[in-house]
Nanobody, 119 residues
Framework: QVQLAESGGGLVQPGGSLRLSCAAS????????MAWYRQAPGKERELVAT???????NYADSVKGRFTISRDNAKKAVYLQMSSLKPEDTAVYYC?????????????WGQGTQVTVSS
């Protein structure tokens, strides 16, 4: 059974940093585009950052220059380093793995980890 397990969330003051981790099981992440999404209370889930199998990255405008996504295929993991955090970054952060393999689409989600930015 495929599982994506996020960790590293918590309470942090504005201007602080957090590093989120997502560990995958039962899939080989090297075949997947990995992403982080977030969902704030009362808002729709939004894409935060993606990293392709080749290592290309893309970020939402709201986090550019502050967040960095990375991956370690040997550890089946993806990370999100978050710096200069703002209260508006408060949300549940979700890990996503997506791939199209031999014509079949695979799309997996983690359960999420809460990030709260508050003084």
């Amino acid at each position: 059974q495929v599982q994506l397990a996020e960790s590293g969330g918590g309470l942090v003051q504005p201007g602080g940093s957090l590093r989120l981790s997502c560990a995958a099981s039962a899939i080989s992440t090297r075949f997947y585009t990995m992403a982080w999404y977030r969902q704030a209370p009362g808002k729709e889930r939004e894409l935060v950052a993606t990293i392709t199998t080749g290592g290309s990255t893309n970020y939402a405008d709201s986090v550019k220059g502050r967040f960095t996504i990375s991956r370690d295929n040997a550890k089946k993991a993806v990370y999100l380093q978050m710096s200069s955090l703002k209260p508006e970054d408060t949300a549940v952060y979700y890990c996503n793995a997506i791939a199209s393999i031999l014509g079949t689409k695979y799309d997996y989600w983690g359960q999420g980890t809460q990030v709260t930015v508050s003084s």
